[in-house]
């Protein structure tokens, strides 16, 4: 650490401390805040945009300092005069949310010298293509407010408010549909409905899209609607909602959401579980979201009262 004289004493430490936010292959995020507030007493009463300035000439600094040290790495651990370690500034992060390996948020107000305003995401769940898109674009707006300092009521109250749109009779079913590929709809199929039954044998292990595809193809057959929409193929893109106790003992239904029978549509507008479908796409993932920040995610406010004497 010869190369790191400038660097205050409670950097280089052996105390128990990490500043190493996130590693990924050769990208390293480190907080600089502790740094920012040793070089400036007045850090407190920065706005952001000057810590920002301050940031950048910190981290222009160091990206050199640091660079040089790998002179004598190169030199006292490899015996070698030269080396391609060189460190450069990628971006400037405002706030992030580091999830996992690859999964993160980060609020990017500077990247490769070039002022940004950029909520750059990577690998979160809700982006996915099989995450319903009404829910995906729900939990992008309520991350974006957490990274830029909005307290847990205000998302408390966003997320009370969405949760009696989905709720609402005039939310379309097709919105809030699992998108999903049937990439294994013959393997589990295992028998046509016997004359005169309604639905086939599904072989166990079949996943709960599979089993509302196959069910979805046996009501066209038994309703003959077979010959005027087109039934679930392997390999189709579908979309599958949990239903509530029904007639016919379905537990979920799928759809093609380009080719949905008026039958069909009467079906899921009576029987279609949207509290379920709230709870098992969104709610399951705001607890974990809700545990990083330490908030509690309390969904039912008496909930804790039920057994209180």
């Known amino acids: ?17 990490n500043y190493c936010v996130y590693v990924d292959t050769d990208s ?32 222009l600094e160091y990206q050199d300092l640091i660079t ?27 706030a992030g949310y580091f999830r996992a390996p690859r999964r993160y948020a980060q609020w990017i ?22 995450y319903p898109k009404i829910f995906g674009n729900f939990f992008k707006d309520v991350l974006q407010r957490v990274i830029k300092g909005a307290p847990q009521k205000e998302i408390d109250d966003l997320l009370k408010a969405f949760r009696t749109k989905i709720l609402s009779p005039d939310t379309s079913l097709t919105i809030l549909g699992n998108p999903t590929r049937v990439n294994t709809l013959d393997k589990y199929l295992a028998s046509p409905p016997s004359p005169g039954g309604m639905f086939s044998s599904i072989t166990s292990g ?34 599958w909602i949990y ?26 507008d009576k029987y279609a579980d949207k509290n379920k479908a709230f709870e098992s796409i969104l709610e399951s993932k705001l607890v974990g979201f809700y545990n990083d920040l330490g908030w509690d995610l309390n969904m039912n406010p008496y909930r804790n009262l039920i057994f209180s004497f």
């Open 1 to 17: 650490m010869r190369q790191l004289e400038t660097t205050p004493d409670f950097i280089c430490s052996k105390e128990d401390k």
């Open 28 to 59: 390293n995020y480190y907080n600089a805040e502790p740094l920012l507030r040793h070089l400036y007493p007045n850090f407190d009463e920065m706005s952001e945009e000057e810590r920002d300035v301050k940031l950048e000439k910190v981290a």
């Open 68 to 94: 040089k040290s790998y002179d004598t790495l190169a030199l006292e651990a490899f015996n070698i005069k030269t080396h391609r370690f060189d460190m450069k500034t990628e971006c400037m992060i405002r």
């Open 109 to 130: 107000t500077k990247k490769e010298g070039v002022p940004t305003d950029d909520l750059d995401i990577k690998g979160l769940e809700f982006m996915k293509s099989n």
């Open 206 to 239: 079949a996943s709960a899209s599979v089993k509302a595809a196959i069910k979805y193809n046996d009501l066209l057959t038994f309703w003959k609607l077979d010959k005027q929409h087109s039934k679930i193929t392997q390999g189709d893109k579908v979309k």
């Open 243 to 268: 239903l509530k106790e029904n007639p016919y003992k379905i537990e979920a239904l799928a759809f093609l959401d380009f080719d949905i029978p008026d039958k069909i549509i009467t079906l899921l």
